[in-house]
T-cell receptor
Framework: EPEVTQTPSHQVTQMGQEVILRCVPI?????FYWYRQILGQKVEFLVS????????KSEIFDDQFSVERPDGSNFTLKIRSTKLEDSAMYFC?????????FGPGTRLTVT | GESVGLHLPTLSVQEGDNSIINCAYS??????FIWYKQESGKGPQFIID?????DKRQGQRVTVLLNKTVKHLSLQIAATQPGDSAVYFC???????????FGSGTRLQVQP
């Protein structure tokens, strides 16, 4: 069964450093998403991406964040200068219709 | 997605019993609803969905009920099994948007 994959599973970085989280969406899907889940809180939408551009973003997705589809398979989330409050699980999702299928997540720890 | 530290409402059931998990939403513009299951250390797993033009949808051992009048969604799990133990989130999508808005979750504990 096709699934969304994410790497790395855990990323530790120092405050102020740049991080890139990687995702491989399900191959025939057209919409891609990033969500995050701070420990102890609910899952929050960050951004959606379609046809090589951002289609929707939340207030959380400020200028420190960017997304890219550098090739035909990968979808990345970059955080330019990480802050302590960026520590969270980051989930990638993709859809070919309505159902959004989530990856296993990357745990980002900012120290 | 770990749920450690989440102060979630918890539903504890005996194996074989039926479970009902409830969710309320506030936006009348929501037209698509999904239930996700999240096990410790994993991402949300799609269970079942329903569009706003329906009030009931059934899957394998699961049923989703939608009451648009009171903005209420429920997930029924028949013959609950230990493997059903997880945190369950409802999520909804508003008309014209792609973003999902998640609820705060319910922890289901199945006692063998």
């Amino acid at each position: 069964e096709p699934e969304v994959t994410q790497t790395p599973s855990h990323q530790v970085t120092q405050m102020g450093q740049e991080v890139i989280l990687r995702c491989v969406p399900i191959s025939n899907h057209l919409y891609f998403y990033w969500y995050r889940q701070i420990l102890g809180q609910k899952v929050e939408f960050l951004v959606s991406f379609y046809n090589n551009e951002i289609s929707e973003k939340s207030e959380i997705f400020d200028d420190q964040f960017s997304v890219e589809r550098p090739d035909g398979s990968n979808f990345t989330l970059k955080i330019r200068s990480t802050k302590l409050e960026d520590s969270a699980m980051y989930f990638c999702a993709s859809t070919g219709g309505y159902e959004q299928y989530f990856g296993p997540g990357t745990r980002l720890t900012v120290t | 997605g770990e749920s450690v530290g989440l102060h979630l409402p918890t539903l504890s059931v005996q194996e074989g019993d039926n479970s009902i998990i409830n969710c309320a939403y506030s936006n009348s513009a929501s037209d698509y609803f999904i239930w996700y299951k999240q096990e410790s250390g994993k991402g949300p797993q799609f269970i079942i969905d329903i569009r706003s033009n329906m009030d009931k949808r059934q899957g394998q051992r699961v049923t989703v009920l939608l009451n648009k009048t009171v903005k209420h969604l429920s997930l029924q799990i028949a013959a609950t099994q230990p493997g059903d133990s997880a945190v369950y989130f409802c999520a909804h999508q508003d008309t014209g948007r792609r973003a999902l808005t998640f609820g705060s979750g319910t922890r289901l504990q199945v006692q063998p």
